[in-house]
């Protein structure tokens, strides 16, 4: 009967060696190697450059047109809404529809600052307002096209047959883009 008893401990005993040997075996060690961040998997990962080192591209925003009195003017509220937005280009253009030498004016105001300008005879105008280029100038800005002088004297009569001038406006971002990875 003592052997009976004894049975069951061995198996017991067997049982627990043979635990301890599957977790001795488990506890080995294995190690992978560890992978580094690649750009399209062509090498290490290059820092991303400062802002200010970021290409400038210049992106088209809109085009307006109209048709503006002679000694008056139109406002084009243009909003600009890339964060990365550091200026704008806008081109005033026209052709003088009666008489010559029509004299339109352009100008530039960001969140109502002060306002570059220029004007001119020739039927094209471009303004370049971009501040020093490492301040994002996304939002606000206010074109103004004047009719400065339009001139519609055709004949001997002193009749002034040009009451403004027709006018066309592109306007585009100057946007810092960052650099492609790769």
Same mark, same amino acid.
């Given at each position: 009967?003592?052997? @009976?008893?004894?049975? /069951?401990?061995?198996? +017991?005993?067997?049982?627990?060696? +043979?635990?301890?040997?599957?977790? *001795?075996?488990?506890?080995?060690?294995?190690?992978? /190697?560890?992978?580094?961040?690649?750009?399209?998997?062509?090498?290490?990962?290059? #820092?991303? /450059?400062?802002?200010?080192?970021?290409? %400038?591209?210049?992106?088209?925003?809109?085009?307006?047109?109209?048709? $503006?009195?002679?000694?008056?003017? $139109?406002?084009?509220?243009?909003?600009?809404?890339?964060?990365?937005?550091?200026?704008?280009?806008?081109?005033? $253009?026209?052709?003088? @529809?009666?008489?010559?030498? @029509? !004299? +339109?004016?352009?100008? %530039?105001?960001? !969140?109502?600052?002060?306002? &570059?300008?220029?004007? &001119?005879?020739?039927?094209?105008?471009?303004?370049? *307002?971009?501040? @020093?280029?490492?301040?994002?100038?996304?939002?606000?800005?206010?074109? $103004?096209?004047?009719?400065?002088?339009? #001139?519609?004297? %055709?004949?001997?009569? /002193?009749?002034?047959?040009?009451?403004?001038?027709?006018?066309?406006?592109?306007?585009?971002? +100057?946007?810092?883009? #960052?650099?492609?990875?790769?």
């Amino acid at each position: 009967m003592a052997q @009976d008893r004894a049975l /069951p401990q061995d198996f +017991l005993v067997l049982g627990v060696l +043979l635990m301890v040997a599957l977790v *001795a075996s488990a506890a080995v060690e294995y190690s992978l /190697p560890v992978a580094t961040a690649t750009s399209q998997g062509h090498g290490p990962e290059r #820092p991303v /450059p400062p802002f200010e080192q970021w290409p %400038i591209v210049q992106q088209p925003v809109t085009t307006e047109n109209g048709q $503006t009195a002679e000694g008056a003017s $139109t406002d084009i509220l243009v909003e600009l809404d890339d964060p990365n937005s550091v200026g704008m280009i806008a081109t005033l $253009t026209w052709t003088d @529809d009666i008489g010559s030498n @029509d !004299e +339109l004016s352009l100008s %530039i105001a960001f !969140e109502g600052g002060a306002a &570059s300008t220029q004007s &001119s005879t020739s039927g094209n105008v471009a303004l370049n *307002a971009s501040g @020093d280029s490492l301040t994002p100038m996304a939002g606000n800005w206010t074109c $103004t096209v004047s009719v400065v002088r339009a #001139p519609g004297l %055709i004949s001997i009569l /002193p009749i002034d047959r040009d009451n403004g001038n027709a006018w066309s406006l592109q306007i585009d971002a +100057l946007v810092r883009q #960052p650099p492609v990875a790769g």
